[in-house]
């Protein structure tokens, strides 16, 4: 329940078209009202990036994505993925850097926020090329098996007094974050005009300030 989470992972390499490397938080799915925090990695044909994909879900609803690329090629060394959960936000961290703070704006009467439910980590490597790469056009090719991703040093700080129960941007991180999602955000849920074509979700009006 809230805690810090830190792992070197390094990609598969060459073809990876339709697997999907992750690391992630969830509580028990079999509720159908379960809380998850994401780290995917999309993988694509040679020479093409990785997609970075960031989700939240709350109480089973999730459909908040942000997607980046890297600003390095992730299947060459060894980067530390992180995940900062406590009562006031979720930050996705990659060595130290930020790319997405999602915030709980409880105060401002918006319910979601993973916050009641305790959570187990995860990390995965699967295959899902109905969607994976390039919205499922390219398939994987089962010929460059086997598919390997990396994981070491696994960390986790969930201490009563760690530095997680009150992380937050400071000034550096925040321009560092401003930096990546001015040059390598692909996709930010709020701003997809097409799928919420009512209504966006009512903490995209607060995040834009962020």
């Known amino acids: 329940m809230f805690g810090r989470i830190d792992m070197q992972m390094k990609f598969v390499a060459g073809n990876s078209a339709g697997t999907v490397t992750t690391l992630y938080l969830s509580s028990d799915q079999s509720t159908g009202r379960h809380d998850e925090i994401d780290f995917e990695f999309l993988g694509n044909v040679t020479g093409q ?3 970075l994909h960031t989700n939240v879900f709350s109480q089973g609803q999730g459909s908040r994505e942000q997607q980046f690329h890297l600003w390095f090629d992730p ?3 060894f980067h530390t993925y992180s995940i900062v959960w406590n009562p006031q936000l979720i ?3 990659v060595d130290e850097t930020p790319l997405r703070v ?3 704006y409880e105060n401002k009467g918006i319910s979601f926020f993973p916050k009641h ?3 187990r980590i ?3 490597l699967w295959e899902a090329d109905d969607w994976a790469t390039q919205g499922g056009a390219v398939k994987t090719d089962w010929s460059k098996a086997p598919f390997t991703a990396y994981y070491r040093n696994f960390n986790i700080d969930n201490s009563p007094n760690g530095k997680w129960r009150t992380h937050d941007l400071d000034a550096n991180s925040r321009k560092r974050m401003k930096w990546v999602q001015k040059n390598y955000m692909i996709y930010d849920y709020c701003s997809d005009w097409k799928r919420f074509s009512q209504a966006f979700p009512p903490e ?3 995040s834009k300030a962020e």
């Open 49 to 51: 990036p990785y997609t």
């Open 75 to 77: 299947t060459a060394n």
């Open 91 to 93: 930050m996705f961290l």
């Open 102 to 104: 999602f915030r709980n």
């Open 117 to 119: 439910q305790p959570q």
């Open 122 to 124: 995860y990390a995965s």
């Open 204 to 206: 995209c009006k607060h």
